[in-house]
């Protein structure tokens, strides 16, 4: 504080000025932060109610009592458990194969050079851009087509094909920021190419693959699109499209809704908490290039 206030008087600004100018930006970041959590904690009160004090009270009112009871209904009765299982088995191997496939590609592009390097990096960056919207009908006339429609591999193969370029286009420009001279000397030392990516080009990218990963789980955990188009049973769905089945035309059970729902940001939750530091770092390091 008192280096930042020195900064300041040497700009010509007076310490209390600064600190007046510092307060009031902690006092708007506050703000804005509560004003963004604002719905989280609409839902966890919500998640505590009854229907009935919600139907007579309204829902921006503190509950008279507190129920504990929304989270065992939703996670048996409305099947929330069977839902989080769903999505794991979504997610996990379209993770593992984005992964994989991009980081094999991102090596070819960053440290190979050969004719139509930088096209076939434009075109991974050009699939980035396309919305999916648009691709809803041929997608699912190919995955009819193919015998993959209402299946796990269908969601499975999709976010794989449809995050390759994002995590082609991060990994490419981390992996030109390792030096070369590491990777000649493994190729000296009779290293293979598939060694060098291995042991020595994977090891010093796991910043940016553990940034990628949480990314990469929180989107496809949370798809919703996807899986109300591609998945027609009920046995199938993902949190996402099994909480929304929950809302009926004429009666909609909303604490339970919500008590579900809080219930699925667990994981992600938890993902961010392991992988924060290697998140934060992967998204500083190799920005130069």
């Known amino acids: 504080m008192a280096v930042y206030a020195e900064s300041r008087q040497l700009r010509g600004e007076s310490p209390v ?10 006092v ?67 993770l593992f ?34 919305p999916f919207q648009i691709l809803m009908l041929p997608v699912f006339r190919l995955t009819n087509r193919l015998g993959l429609y209402d299946s796990y591999g269908a969601l499975i193969l999709i976010h794989t094909a449809f995050q390759l370029g994002f995590c ?17 000397a493994a190729r000296v030392d009779g290293c293979s190419e598939f060694r060098i990516y291995w042991q020595v080009v994977l090891p010093l990218t796991l910043p940016s693959l553990a940034a990628l990963a949480t990314l990469e789980f929180t989107w496809v955990f949370n798809d919703y699109l996807w899986a109300i188009i591609l998945l ?5 769905r993902p949190v996402t499209a099994g909480l929304a089945t929950l809302r009926g035309q004429y009666n909609t059970d909303w604490p339970v809704i919500t008590a579900g729902a809080l219930l699925a940001t667990i994981p992600t939750l938890i993902v961010f908490v392991f992988l924060q530091r290697y998140f934060i770092q992967g998204l500083t390091l190799g920005s130069g290039k």
Not at 169 to 176: A, D, I, S, T
């Open 97 to 130: 194969g984005m992964l994989v496939l991009s980081s094999l590609g991102a090596y070819a592009l960053a440290r190979f050079k050969f004719r139509g390097n930088l096209l076939l990096y434009f075109t991974f960056v050009a699939g980035t851009m396309l």
């Open 17 to 26: 000025a600064a600190l007046m100018r510092s307060s009031f930006k902690y």
């Open 232 to 236: 027609r049973s009920d046995t199938l």
């Open 168 to 184: 082609t286009f991060v990994l490419r420009n981390f992996m030109r920021t390792i030096p070369g001279d590491i990777l000649d």
């Open 28 to 94: 708007l970041l506050t703000a804005v932060a509560l004003l963004w959590l604002l719905p989280v904690l609409a839902a966890l009160v919500t998640s505590f109610r009854t229907m009935d004090d919600i139907a007579v009270r309204g829902f921006w009112t503190l509950p008279r009592t507190v129920n504990l009871n929304n989270f065992q209904r939703a996670w048996l009765d409305a099947r929330v458990s069977k839902y989080l299982l769903n999505s794991f088995i979504i997610t996990i191997p379209s």
